[in-house]
């Protein structure tokens, strides 16, 4: 079983900076693509960035956060990241993490897990 745990949301001022963690575990042979994606109220779920596994590692990041939001991955830890720059109210969502793995019970194929989303506030 592979579990994502994110942390790090907090209540953060316009301006500030925030760093997103989302920890794997469970029986885990290899993560392979991953991104964080966030949900406003009453809307659907949006990517913020992302890495292909399938494109050599190609980094996206929506419109929005392109130049703010840097994601990243310590794969001793497995884990992920996303540093959160120059926070806009318009950032405050609800974030989640979401990772292709190939765990003991899916191997040889993958699987895609989610966290269970961490609450970012961005307001004076």
């Known amino acids: 079983q592979v579990q994502l745990v994110e942390s790090g949301g907090d209540l953060v001022q316009p301006g500030g900076s925030l760093t997103l963690s989302c920890a794997a575990s469970g029986t885990i042979i290899e993560i392979h693509g991953f991104g964080w994606y966030r949900q406003y109220p009453g809307k659907q779920r949006e990517l913020v960035a992302q890495v292909k596994s399938d494109s050599g590692g190609v980094t996206v990041y929506a419109d929005s956060v392109e130049g703010r939001f840097t994601i990243s991955r310590d794969n001793a830890r497995n884990t992920m990241y996303l540093l959160m720059n120059n926070l806009e109210p318009e950032d405050t969502a609800v974030y989640y993490c979401?990772?292709?793995?190939?765990?003991?019970?899916?191997?040889?194929?993958?699987?895609?897990?989610w966290g269970q989303g961490t609450q970012v506030t961005v307001s004076e």
């Open positions: 979401s990772a292709e793995i190939t765990d003991r019970k899916t191997w040889p194929t993958r699987a895609t897990y």
